[in-house]
């Protein structure tokens, strides 16, 4: 339901009605085609708020050329009509009489059993801050306006110009921190944590948008904060791509004479004042909470923070009151797969809840009757997809479509802005019915993201989903070739050509059926593990759960308190006795996985415990096997007992509280063994640690003098309090650079930690108590599930996730989650989430009695002898050799193929010297007609 | 409707467990399967079926107030309902209001609508895709946001 807002609730948790206020739409959805005529008549421009103001829309709008709907609506704040009573200019251009002025309001009751809410955020306006200049002068944008200028789809079609002349930037600065960090100006004194990474991005990006090689790209920031997976890698490489970074805060941002550009000034880390001009600049803006945040918490009675952001405890991070769930900027500002994760543990939380009405009001979608091709001489529609600039950029779409039409079967050519968007599958559709298309080719991005969508579409128009064919002309073509537009517009002609020639041989292909096993198995017994157990089991679903250690409860239970002051040991105890305690989960402690085979819905495991060793059958596994602090081999660790990593220093504030308060001196020294050349990434969590530890010191004994040795306090979102709390009580804090690391001696009177301070530029010389290192957080036994699973981890040994952004908790294996510190560093509450998220996840696979496979299979054909040479290339073991004994009595040999096993990787068939094996829709015709197709441009045009 | 397992009946009834699936399958017991081997049934169904069975009341009651319970384990906080079978039970509405367009509002009503809930997603805007629609790229892999 769009244009509609919740009004009021009423009911518990489990049955709640709410209503909800739909505004009037006044264009009837079921009529409007989206032709967009009406908004070529209407003569009322209004600024786009989709575009950030940067253009204009008219008076009727979609929203975005990809939306959905993709319905146009009348803002009936700007229509003439609606305000001034005079026009209706579009009702008398719509060819199908899709306006209706008589639209009213309507409030409509809902009936459900939970809500989740993800109201989301809105950036900082930095509107009224003169000396960012941003309402007076014309170059300096927002962030946000600045990825429209940048979007393909946005007003400059991806040709980045800047507003005052339209001229293409060359120099661009962004000041980082706009409306985050800064209880001066404004009142958000937490960080966004998204700003610094975009910004580094953007910086990137913004290169691939401009001509030349005068780009030049400055970041002004405060502390850089890459503290996710892959940032510091990213961060690294725009530093080595000539991205510049300069600790500092413009103070003052003037116009250039002339009306374009700005100059500004700043000062030095080292204090020189310095005075340079930029052609733009971008402001970072921050995160706030939105304005329906508070409408929110009066109808679903929570608590917001001083900020407004929604408060959760950290035992549950996405439940804010019984029924009532939330997810994304809600409760704190934060990114894109933390939302993602947090909306799957929403979804978890809530059907946790209502378990048993599952499947109740669940309506299945339907699909037109096949129809069967067999007998039709192939019919191919192509479309050929711009990809805003991304494609259209480098190679010549148009040359390739009219190439296209000259193909033969070839029955109908289109060129799509986006192929894959909304309207362009209601094309597809009709485009097939109309024109009588028995098979279709996309020539666009990769199969691995788009091919299930334009299969859907093709199952919508009544035809079998494996009669599409994807080019992919963007990843292997216009991304590698964008210097070579002319070759890289004959290499896509080749590729559709193969395509074509392709999908006339392809065949209707039929799904597997299997059943799936409705049990989970979760490797590790930490707070994750346990978490998405819990969840699991409370959803109905049997649980085995491995621990390695002799007891549950992981690096949890040498923490006291999550970064939010939560306290930890009744937390934890309470959940073991829950884990402990639930019929429907098995715990095994001092248990190790040895053996994994099957795939998704049905997969089958040895595990040892106890020495002894058990089999397991499952049909979803939830990996949560966590992460250690690592041993410090520098800064003199291990040689003095009064130089600690945090953990043992936790646990000696514990042990003996009133010998440490009595310290004159603590130091504390981050990054010790993350950031390096050996393990090339944040550990995200030490900095939060860090302020933990030393607000907690200053709160014993205020006289201590604490010192911290930091070279980026990353602190990111609401973490922030704790590190300005700490410069409250008196913390020092002095940074290092890599190059020159504070020294470490051991005296019989302390630990003397030697340092540079950058801002007096004097060496000072500390005499400590206690010293604490940082250590950084590493990975262990992950090897062996890689090695096992065949799932995928990166370079610094933390198991990866199908898609950074928006498949966080699903793994490259189908039928796997991850969850916890196993993926990436992070604290309990992101570790808390991310298991829900990724029960949730699992159940999506467990709650089906059946599930479908995929069709690509391998299958034996007559010609097979029963060699097996293919029984030792099949990766996932999924071909056996049978003997039997055939009538004339003989003994007979052939293979036989496990669908549910098979991945159609094809090594097999490419391994079978007979023809004996082959994979649906690669069959060797298949490819034997595409590698004619490539070579008939190498021998001179088409034969 | 109560939720109960087919090994416990089967255990109250002195019989195997396939006799009770082969009961619900040929409906002689009207039981809806539910997740996991528990099915579904109103609780005058069940206590007609079982009236018929000649056993002791009470080993009834023990049976019914066991079968509540497997249900309100399900659900957290059941604040005094259920367990007190005098009082009306109620079963919870198998569908959710997810509020929010944007990514996160997105990804929940997908896992929910996939994992068998009906979802009504409640959106302010005249279409979906919230923030990230106006992204041109993602980090760290470049990946176009729409």
């Known amino acids: 339901m769009t244009l509609s807002q919740v009004v009021s609730v009423a009911g518990n948790a489990g049955n709640y009605t709410v209503k909800v206020r739909r505004s009037p739409r ?37 929203k975005y050329g990809q939306s959905v709907p993709l319905k146009y609506a009348i803002d009936p704040n700007a229509c003439i009509y609606l305000t001034r009573g005079k026009c209706r200019a579009c009702e008398k251009f719509c060819p199908t009489g899709a306006i209706n002025f008589e639209d009213k309001a309507e409030i409509v009751e809902l009936k459900v059993g939970a809500v989740v809410l993800a109201p989301g955020y809105q950036p900082y306006d930095p509107s009224g801050e003169d000396y960012y200049g941003y309402d007076s002068i014309a170059d300096v944008v927002t962030s946000l306006e600045y990825e429209r200028l940048l979007s393909a789809s946005g007003p400059c079609m991806g040709h980045l110009m800047r507003p005052s002349d339209n001229r293409e930037p060359k120099r661009i600065a962004w000041l980082q921190c706009v409306g985050s960090r800064n209880t001066n100006r404004c009142s958000n004194g937490y960080c966004s944590s998204v700003c610094c990474m975009y910004a580094v991005k953007q910086a990137l990006v913004t290169a691939e948008h401009t001509h030349g090689d005068e780009l030049s790209q400055t970041i002004f920031f405060m502390d850089l904060r890459s503290h996710g997976k892959e940032f510091e890698r990213y961060y690294e490489d725009a530093k080595a791509k000539g991205v510049r970074f300069i600790r500092a805060r413009p103070h003052t941002i003037d116009p250039l004479r002339g009306g374009s550009g700005v100059r500004m000034r700043y000062t030095t880390e080292d204090g020189r004042q310095m005075e340079e001009d930029f052609d733009l600049a971008v402001l970072s803006v921050g995160m706030e909470a939105t304005q329906d ?148 080719v996309v020539a666009a991005c990769t199969p691995r993201t788009h091919e299930p969508l334009f299969q859907e579409t093709l199952k919508e128009a009544g035809l079998n989903a494996y009669l599409v064919e994807m080019a992919n002309i963007r990843n292997q073509n216009s991304w590698v070739h964008q210097k070579e537009p002319e070759k890289a ?59 390695r250690e002799d007891r549950l ?4 239970s040498h923490v006291s308190a999550t970064d939010f002051g939560d306290s930890v040991p009744p937390m934890l105890k309470d959940m073991i006795k829950k884990v402990e305690g639930h019929p429907d989960i098995a715990v095994h402690t001092n248990a190790r996985l040895k053996t994994a085979v099957g795939s998704v819905g049905n997969f089958v495991s040895k595990f040892e415990t106890h020495g002894e060793t058990r089999a397991v059958t499952y049909g979803a596994a939830v990996i949560a096997t966590g992460a250690k602090e690592s041993i410090p081999d520098e800064y003199g660790f291990g040689s003095d007992p009064r130089i600690h990593t945090h953990l043992s220093f936790d646990k000696l504030m514990q042990a003996e509280v009133s010998t440490v308060q009595k310290a004159d001196t603590v130091a504390f020294i981050q990054c010790v063994g993350s950031r390096d050349s050996r393990r090339p990434y ?92 940082a250590a950084a957080v590493e990975p262990h036994g992950n090897e062996e599930l890689v090695e096992l699973y065949k799932c995928g981890a990166n370079a610094d040994g933390f198991l990866n996730e199908a898609h950074p952004k928006l498949r966080p908790v699903d793994m490259s294996v189908d039928g796997l989650f991850v969850a916890g510190l196993c993926n ?37 054909t007559e010609h097979c002898d029963g060699c097996a040479l293919c029984v030792d290339v099949c990766p996932y073991r999924a071909i056996r050799l049978q003997e039997s004994t055939g009538e004339d009595g003989r003994m007979h040999r052939m293979v036989q193929v496990d669908p549910a096993l098979c991945k159609g990787c094809g090594v097999c068939a490419a391994t079978c010297p007979k023809d004996g094996v082959r994979v649906h829709g690669f069959t060797k015709e298949q490819i034997k007609a595409q590698v004619a197709s490539a070579l008939e441009s190498l021998s001179g045009g088409r034969a | 409707m109560i939720t109960f397992r087919v090994g416990d009946l089967a255990g109250i009834l002195g019989v195997h467990r396939n006799t009770v699936t082969n009961w619900i399958r040929s409906r002689a017991l009207p039981a809806q399967p539910g997740v996991g081997k528990k099915y579904f049934i109103e609780e005058e169904a069940i206590r007609a079926f079982l009236s018929g069975k000649n056993l002791p009341e009470e080993a009834v009651e023990a049976f019914l107030n066991q079968a509540v319970l497997t249900m309100n384990r399900n659900l957290p906080a059941p604040s005094g309902q259920g367990k007190d079978r005098g ?60």
């Open chain 1, 682 to 773: 944040c550990s995200r969590i030490c900095c939060t640690h860090t302020m933990k530890a030393a607000v907690k010191l200053k709160t014993l004994n205020r006289a201590m003098q604490v010192v911290v040795f930091y070279r980026d306090i990353r602190t990111y979102g609401l973490r922030e309090e704790l590190y300005r709390k700490a410069r409250e009580l008196g913390v020092l804090f002095v940074r290092y650079s890599p190059d020159d690391k504070p020294q470490v001696r051991t005296t019989p009177e302390g630990v003397m930690v030697r340092g540079l301070d950058p801002i007096s530029r004097f060496t000072l010389e500390i005499e400590a108590d206690y010293l604490v290192l």
């Open chain 2, 87 to 146: 009082m009306e039970k109620t079963t919870p509405t198998g569908s959710v209001l997810v509020v929010g367009g944007g990514i996160a509002g997105i990804q929940a009503t997908l896992d929910l609508a996939e994992s068998g809930y009906r979802v009504h997603l409640v959106e302010k805007s005249a279409g979906i895709g919230g923030r990230m629609a106006q992204l041109d790229k993602t980090f760290p892999t470049n990946d176009c946001a729409m």
């Open chain 1, 553 to 556: 409860g992981g690096n949890a």
């Open chain 1, 293 to 440: 945040n508070k409408a929110l918490a009066g109808i679903f009675d929570f608590s917001l923070d001083s900020y407004g952001f929604a408060q959760t405890a950290a035992s549950n991070p996405v439940r804010v009151n019984d029924g009532v769930f939330v997810a994304g900027a809600l409760h704190a500002p934060k990114a894109i797969p933390h939302a993602v994760t947090e909306a799957s543990a929403a979804a978890n939380e809530a059907a946790r809840l209502l378990s048993e009405a599952k499947g109740a009001l669940a309506v299945e979608k339907t699909y037109p009757d096949e129809r069967d091709v067999t007998q039709e001489e192939p019919r191919v529609g192509v479309f050929v997809c711009s990809c805003g600039i991304n494609i259209a950029g480098v190679i010549d779409v148009n040359a390739v479509v009219e190439y296209a039409k000259g193909l033969d079967h070839v029955a109908f050519v289109e060129n799509n802005l986006f192929t894959c968007s909304a309207d362009t599958q209601v094309l597809i559709r009709q485009k097939a019915e109309e024109m009588n298309l028995n098979r279709i």
């Open chain 1, 489 to 547: 517009t004959e290499k896509a002609k080749d590729q559709v050509r193969m395509a074509v020639v392709k999908a006339v041989r392809n065949k209707a292909l039929t799904r597997l059926k299997v059943d799936v096993n409705q049990k989970a198995l979760v490797i590790g017994g930490g707070v994750a593990g346990m978490t998405s157990a819990l969840s699991l089991a409370e959803q109905g679903f049997p649980v085995v759960l491995l621990e």
């Open chain 1, 824 to 860: 990436y560093p992070k604290p309990m509450d992101e570790a808390i989430s991310q298991a829900q998220a990724a029960a949730a996840r699992a159940a999506v696979v467990l709650s089906r009695k059946e599930m479908l496979l995929d069709a690509i299979k391998s299958y034996v």
């Open chain 1, 26 to 62: 006044y264009v009837d959805m079921d009529k409007c085609i989206a032709c967009g005529l009406c908004a070529e008549k209407c003569p009322r421009p209004v600024a786009d708020e989709f575009n950030e103001g940067v253009n204009n829309r008219k008076a009727i709008y979609i």
